[in-house]
Every structure is written in structure tokens, then in C-alpha cells.
């Protein structure tokens, strides 16, 4: 669909009603109208249909097998183990027996179909959550660095975080209306979306917070950012970051990825103020006549970082300052038990590919179900797909690691420091957009990659590897120091040499590959960097200084790299 028809249904939505109630009622199909699923998707609904049967059911003369993946929204990915046990449920319940826990802190399920919708959803706000603006072309799920246990300033940025997330949160009754049979308004022309204005934004747009030296957020793969500045024990500040982000469309050079730029410096009164001026800048200068260009990275790219800088700073009467000095060690996460200042403790969990389900003799779902059931703790979702078990007393902590070990879901039971590192998107069989698989396939291919390493003595070293069933970039493959982005099926372009933190762009290293070409292109790389590593030197660093891929200095010029 044309950018200037996605336009036309969200102006003529009503704020985002358009027909969804029809569509909801229609008994005919277990699809919703074409527009509708463009307006359901600010409502966090997103219609798939079964990828493994599509050509069976078109052979067949049957509709495609229509379901529906909804995402929860959850600033921060903090949950109660109540709210965690409802979600439990829902899974069990209306979806594919599977939590799936998302890139950005979120959880989605899968394989709702179309009579259970309602329900589901009613389900998820009787937990205290919901799912307005989990997509669409508005302020997704605000990212918070997960772990606020450890110290005053974590649990200050999550409250940053939730007020955030509050304050872009689209103002529509819509979603009452649909979902949770709420009052109708006489006439939606009583109502103004104060922010969004009636078509919304012209893309998605995406905001997280990070507390250096983790970036485990990936502060510059974000449209918005705010980097915490620490000076003697308290938040000075933030360093606002803008235009970050990593789609792009495989042989259209026009579309790249790209890092964010640092604006300045703010100070804590001043978060929305600056937040909401990014936001309108890109709502009146994005481009509406084509989605593909209409992302704040590219308005950005287009207009120059100054301009946009005077722009946010005019609209919202803050005169940035100076960025002040951080710097970041890592984007992943941080594994097993931590103690936070309180004395609490924290174990964060490696979930393959975010996918909380029981599979074999590692029953995930069924483990997380008996450590929330002692109601003794929180959970926490990560950026990268990954849960921590939060704010477990001392005393509680063995009983944790014997339900851990009981249900074969511990860290050291599932994984190598390269696995640990590893992500994938959610791919086949449900992403429309996916072109290879991703989930399905990175814990084969992982093994694979680990007995590489382990060929080159490496098996102790940690690289961070995603990969993505398409160009899109969900699991952020192009800041990952191995990223393989599908791009046919059992094909993939292979991307190398970003920065172990995030902080520098991977380069086109492969174009169209199968395994054995992947694995036979990375085992001289490795037998290299295993040889001739400096102390401590990563393997994008390494790959980089060995002049064996180029440093790509900006996103415009990713594909000349
Ligand atoms: Fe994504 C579209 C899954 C994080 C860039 N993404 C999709 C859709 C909804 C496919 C679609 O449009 O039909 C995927 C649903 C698959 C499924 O069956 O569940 C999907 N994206 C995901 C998740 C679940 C990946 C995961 O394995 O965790 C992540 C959900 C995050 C959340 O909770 O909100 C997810 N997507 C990302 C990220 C990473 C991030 O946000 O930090 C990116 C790259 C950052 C960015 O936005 O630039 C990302 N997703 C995209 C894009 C490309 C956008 C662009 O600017 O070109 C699309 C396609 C689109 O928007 O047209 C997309
Ligand atoms: Fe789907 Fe592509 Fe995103 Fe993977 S990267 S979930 S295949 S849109």
C-alpha cells in the first residue's frame, strides 16, 4: 500500500476507529478489512496468516489461515508476576502456547485468531496493560535499561521512561471504544489528538533511555535517546540523541541504516519538553509520499542535523547544551545473579531468540510460571530479548536456581558466550515481510558458529551475532559484529564489524550467501583475529583495524562501505 493511501485511512480514521468493529463482527473471514489492518496495528494488532500452509491453502482454494499477533506494551519491560502470569495464560490460552519477548522490552503473542481478539485484549488490560501504540505510526514501547534494581539512578530513568511513554501515548478513545466496549463519544470531533495531530506520524517512531557504560538499549539504533549523565552519584542530565535506525530494502541504496547523531545536552525538567519537539519536528517535515524515506533518519539525512537541532530547540524553548563525555562497553546483556544496592538480587536469563515456550527437556514457560507463582520477585524484560528475575531476596535465591536447574533453563545449561550474544528475530512462520528463516534457524546456526570458534580456540570469547529474516533490521543486525539478514530462503548477506557496544555500523561483507559460504568466509577471519588480537580486542574492532572490512563512518554511506 502507498504511503498516500496509509495516509488517506489514517485521516479518515476518526482518530483510529476507521471500521474496526465491522470487520471485528464480519463471520465471513478471519481476515479485517485492508484498511482496518493498517489502523489495528496502532492498536498493536498486526494480521498474519500461517506461512508454512499459505501455498497448501491457495492450492486448495482456502482463504490464507488469518491470525493475529498482538504486542504488549510495557515501558521499560517492567512486570509484576502477576501481570506475567496472566500473560502466561493469554498464551496458553488464545495464543500458540508461547510468551515472545521482543527486541524493545515488549512481548507479543502469536496465532490469536479473529472471535478471540476481543478477549485477549480485554485479558491483557485486566492485567494492568495494554497494547495502544505498541505499533503503527506512533511512539512505540519507550526502552529503559532493565536492571533499575542496581541503583537509584536506574529506578530514576524508568520513572523517566514511564512518563515518557505516558506523555506520547496517543490521546484517542478509540481503543476503549473497540477493545473494552468504553463510552462512545458523541462525534470524534469532540476529540484532538494533542501531539499527533489527525494522520499521526508519518512513520513509526521509537524512543529508549540508557544508563552508560551498558548500552544495552542500543541508544543509537533509537529515533530518540537519552543518554543518563551521572555526576557525583546523581542525574545531571541527558544527552539527547536523534535519528537513529536500522530498515532499509536489500538493492535500494536510497534506504540504509543508520546511527544516531548526540543533539546536546538536557536536563531532567526538560525530557518532554525536547521529546515532544523531536516528535512534532518529524510529524511536519517527515516525508508522507513515501514510507520507505519517511523515518526521522532520513528527515534528518535530509535537512542536516543543525537544522533539526534549532528546529527542536525553537519548538521547545530548550537551548541544549554541550554533550557531556560517557562511553558504552557492551549492548548486550548482563548474565546471572547481581546484587543491587538494596541487597536484592537479580538473575537475568538467556531466552533463545526472546521465545518463552516449552520445548523438550527445557520448559521455560512452565519454570518462569513456578518462579512467578512464589510471587517473591519482579521480572524484567531486556532489549535483547532475555528476561531477568528481579528483586530476589537472598534467602530466596537457591530455591530460584533448584527451579531453574529442575525445569533445564539455566544459563550455563543452554550456552556459549557467542550464544549468549546472539539474537534473532521472529522470521517465519508468521512475519509477511520475512524472506529467510531467523528464529527457527539461529540455534542451528549458532552451533555451527560455536564449533568454528572452538576450532580457533575462541570458544571463550564473546561476539555479539543477529540475525534478521529480512533487511528490516528488528533484531538490529546491522550494529551486531556478525549480522546475517535474510534475503531468500537458506540465503543471506552477511554484515561485519560493528562495535561490541553498538556504537559503529557493521559493513556489507556478503551478498546473497548460503551456510557453507558464511561459515567458509568467517573461519579466516576468526583463525586471524585468534592469532593476532590484541589484549581484549574485540572481533569487529579487530576486523576494522586489520583493514578487513571498512569502518563505516555514517549511514549514508553504508552501501559504498
Ligand atoms: Fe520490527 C516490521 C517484529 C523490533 C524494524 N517487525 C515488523 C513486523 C511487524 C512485520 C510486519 O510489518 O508485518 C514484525 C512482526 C513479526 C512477527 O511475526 O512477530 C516485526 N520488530 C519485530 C520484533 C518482534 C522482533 C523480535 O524478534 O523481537 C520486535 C518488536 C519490538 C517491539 O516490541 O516493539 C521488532 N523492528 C524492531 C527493531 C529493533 C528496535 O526497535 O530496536 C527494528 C529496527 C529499528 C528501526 O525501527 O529502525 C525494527 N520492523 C522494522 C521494520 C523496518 C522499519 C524501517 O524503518 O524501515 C519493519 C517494516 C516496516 O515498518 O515497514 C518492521
Ligand atoms: Fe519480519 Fe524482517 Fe522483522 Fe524479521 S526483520 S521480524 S523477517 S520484518
Known sequence: ?????????????????????????????????????????????????????????????????????????????????????????????????????????????????????????????????????????????????????????????????????????????????????????????????????????????????????????DVYAQDLGFVTIVEDGEIAGFNVTAGGGMGMTHGDTATYPRLADVLGFCRPDEILAVAQAVVTTQRDHGDRTERKHARLKYTIDDRGVDWFRDEVQRRSGVTLGEPRGFAFVANGDAYGWHRDDTGAWHYTLFVQNGRVSDAGDRRLLSGLRRIAQTRRCEYRLTPNQNLIISKVAARDRSAVDDILAEYGIRNDAQATPLRLNSMACVGFPTCGLAMAESERYMPEFVDKLDALFAKHGLDDTAVTARMTGCANGCARPYIAEIGLVGKAPGRYSLFLGAGFAGERLAAPYLDNANEEQILEALDPLLERYAGEREDGERFGDFLVRSALVPAIAEGRLFHAG
Open 1 to 217: 500500500m502507498s504511503a498516500l493511501d496509509v495516509e488517506k485511512i489514517k485521516a479518515g480514521s476518526r482518530r483510529l476507529r476507521g471500521t474496526l468493529l465491522e470487520s471485528l463482527a464480519d463471520p465471513l473471514t478471519g481476515a479485517i478489512s485492508e484498511a482496518d489492518t493498517q489502523l489495528s496495528k496502532f492498536h498493536g494488532i498486526y494480521q498474519q496468516d500461517d506461512r508454512d500452509v499459505r501455498s497448501e491453502r491457495t492450492r486448495q482454494k482456502l482463504e490464507p489461515a488469518y491470525s493475529f499477533m498482538i504486542r504488549a506494551r510495557i515501558p521499560g519491560g517492567l512486570l509484576t508476576t502477576a501481570q506475567w502470569l496472566a500473560m502466561d495464560r493469554i498464551a496458553r490460552e488464545f495464543a500458540n502456547d508461547s510468551i515472545r519477548l521482543t527486541t524493545r522490552q515488549a512481548v507479543q503473542f502469536h496465532g490469536v485468531i479473529k472471535r478471540r481478539l476481543k478477549r485477549t485484549i480485554a485479558d491483557i488490560n485486566s492485567a494492568a496493560l495494554d497494547t495502544l501504540a505498541a505499533c503503527g505510526d506512533v511512539n512505540r514501547n519507550v526502552m529503559s535499561p532493565p536492571l533499575p534494581g542496581l541503583s537509584r539512578v536506574h529506578r530514576a530513568v524508568q520513572r523517566h521512561a514511564e512518563e515518557l511513554s505516558a506523555h506520547l501515548t496517543p490521546a484517542t478513545g478509540a481503543y476503549h471504544e473497540i477493545w473494552l466496549d468504553g463510552k462512545k463519544i458523541a462525534s470524534s470531533e469532540e476529540e484532538v489528538e494533542p501531539i499527533y495531530g489527525d494522520t499521526y506520524l508519518p512513520r513509526k517512531f521509537k524512543a529508549a533511555f540508557v544508563v552508560p557504560p551498558q548500552n544495552d538499549v
